[in-house]
């Protein structure tokens, strides 16, 4: 199996679980209220995350989202194994809006007919940050504009997570290449 097609059943696995996970007494985290999908379209840098087996060892990680013409939204993640200058992998996904009223609920499919959820917890007013994940806390994401955060931002959301039910410590800094 080449290492591509091993990210994408690694990712349709977790989306599956994550999809399917249930028993949780917690109510799922809230959302933001609304997010503009053109303004949120573009290149995003990850700054931290949950360690998920299909992302180990990878560094200067990218997701870039482009609107298509039905409605869906092209997800492209690229990272560079084992280090800022390692080698690049990359997959490609496919995204739908799963709340309309919102556009902060998303379903994101990897390798069909598996999807995971996608929901936008934080996104700064100017969409300079985004935080994302899934309603069962298993998976987060802090994304931004740029591959660097201000540190009091990257706390505040961290607090912000805490507040909603995740569990920050598992936050894994992603290496990001310096300006």
Known sequence: MNSLSGITFLLAALFAGSAFAGGSRTPP???VPQ???VRYQGLWYEIARFEQSFQKDCEAVTAEYTPRDDGKITVLNTCRQ???DGPVKSAKG???VADKSSNAKLRVSFF???EGDYWIFELGE???YA???SPDRDSLWFLSRTPQMDPAVFDD???RMTDRGFDVSRLRRTQQPLP
């Open 35 to 37: 997010v503009d999908l």
């Open 29 to 31: 985290p809230s959302t």
């Open 157 to 159: 959301l961290s607090q």
């Open 112 to 114: 069909w007919p598996f």
């Open 82 to 84: 084992g280090a800022v």
């Open 131 to 133: 935080v994302v994940g």
């Open 94 to 96: 496919v995204a739908r």
């Open 126 to 128: 100017a969409y300079e």
